[in-house]
């Protein structure tokens, strides 16, 4: 999966763990072993020249609430944004912010 050595991690004293989970086909699953971590969940691929639209970063998200309570989970981007067009960087971050809103009306509600 990319990730074997998560579940190691709860020994550590940090207490959040960042993850690039946009790539295609990495197994969630392991995400199970990491105890009472925070997860800050990379949504965003800095590889992809394009955007994600919000509803592509809300399947992601869902997708790691399969795992992860969602006080615990908190969506990003895969990494720093440095090397991309600041435009692509803005049109990505909009769509963090609709995607994980979409996902959070989902979860309350509202």
């Known amino acids: 999966s990319g ?3 998560l579940p190691e991690l709860t020994a550590t004293v940090a207490q ?3 993850i690039e989970a946009a790539q295609p086909n990495l197994d969630l ?6 105890g009472d971590k925070t997860v800050i969940f990379g949504v965003i691929s800095m590889g992809d ?3 994600e639209s919000p509803e592509t970063i809300a399947s992601r998200i869902r997708r ?3 795992h992860i309570p969602p006080e615990r989970l908190i ?3 895969d990494c720093g944004m440095k ?3 600041r435009d692509l960087a803005f049109a990505k971050l909009k769509a963090l912010a ?3 809103a979409m996902v959070r009306r989902e979860l309350t509600g509202a």
Request: glycine share 8%; proline share 19%; aromatic share 12%.
């Open 98 to 100: 609709e995607g994980t």
């Open 64 to 66: 790691a609430l399969e």
């Open 49 to 51: 020249p394009e955007p």
């Open 75 to 77: 969506p990003a981007p």
């Open 83 to 85: 090397y991309i067009p």
């Open 29 to 34: 699953a392991t995400l199970d072993g990491l």
């Open 16 to 18: 959040q763990i960042s």
């Open 3 to 5: 990730y074997s050595f």
